[in-house]
């Protein structure tokens, strides 16, 4: 089975600076994918940035950036220029691209991070 | 933007009470999910749901729980008998399909506490 850990229950930013979320999972299969959402405070969920694991090249969405370490198995969330509106819990997740697995569809979370950006 | 919306906001019911936990996914999507976190607690995958059945549940999803969709727009969860260990954040997702790609975009929950 397939397990995320998100080792930072909170992180704070001032605006305007940088900020990087670990996280790291454990998995045996050799194709997936990486996610990161965010869940401002009585939100829904949204995708931040999505990385597949066949690609060796980051994800890079504006001021989001990942650092993807398939060997070490860690996935971790550069915010770049942090605003206040990236306050928010912010989840690592992860999810096969086995078709042929029975675990295909499902999101595995790690723990989360509230990330608290101060003006 | 279409978006997944989930009613109730919060349900508070007494124990050994069912509940419906109501969701209306994205028109066009095909897959649909619940996840429920625990305070304090990772968000935990459910049941997953597609053409009119379910493709994959989790350890969690007992006998106490179903999934219907109804009417072709609303997607429900069922608890049949409520236990106080139910208390819990509850998302619905939903994405078009499974292919490299498609995203699971998630409603606000449902906040269920039983007393």
């Known amino acids: 089975a397939q397990t995320v850990t998100q080792s930072q229950p909170e992180m704070s930013v001032q605006e305007a600076e940088t900020v990087t979320l670990s996280c790291t999972y454990d998995?045996?299969?050799?194709?997936?994918?990486l996610f990161w959402y965010k869940q401002p405070p009585s939100r829904q969920m949204i995708l931040v940035i999505r990385?597949?694991?066949?690609?060796?090249q980051n994800a890079t969405e504006n001021r989001f950036s990942v650092n993807f370490q398939k060997a070490a198995k860690s996935f971790s969330l550069k915010i770049s220029d942090s605003q206040l509106g990236d306050a928010a819990m912010y989840f690592c997740?992860?999810?096969?691209?086995?078709?042929?697995?029975?675990?295909?569809?499902?999101?595995?979370f790690g723990q989360g991070t509230i990330l608290t950006v101060h003006p | 933007e279409p978006e997944v919306t989930q009613t109730p906001s919060h349900q508070v019911t007494q124990m050994g009470q069912e509940v419906i936990l109501r969701c209306v996914p994205i028109?066009?999507?095909?897959?649909f999910y619940w996840y429920r976190q625990i305070l304090g607690q990772k968000v935990e995958f459910l049941v997953s749901?597609?053409?009119?059945?379910?493709?994959?549940k989790s350890e969690i999803f007992d006998d106490q729980f179903s999934v219907e969709r109804p009417d072709g727009s609303n997607f429900t969860l069922k608890i049949r008998s409520t236990k106080l260990e139910d208390s819990a954040m509850y998302f619905c997702?939903?994405?078009?399909?499974?292919?490299?790609?498609?995203?699971?975009?998630f409603g606000p929950g449902t906040r269920l506490t039983v007393l």
């Open positions: 997702a939903s994405s078009e399909a499974l292919k490299r790609g498609h995203e699971q975009f």
């Open positions: 998995t045996s299969e050799s194709d997936y994918y």
């Open positions: 990385q597949e694991a066949y690609k060796q």
């Open positions: 997740a992860y999810r096969s691209a086995n078709i042929w697995g029975t675990s295909y569809g499902k999101l595995t």
């Open positions: 028109s066009n999507h095909l897959y």
């Open positions: 749901f597609y053409n009119n059945e379910i493709s994959e």
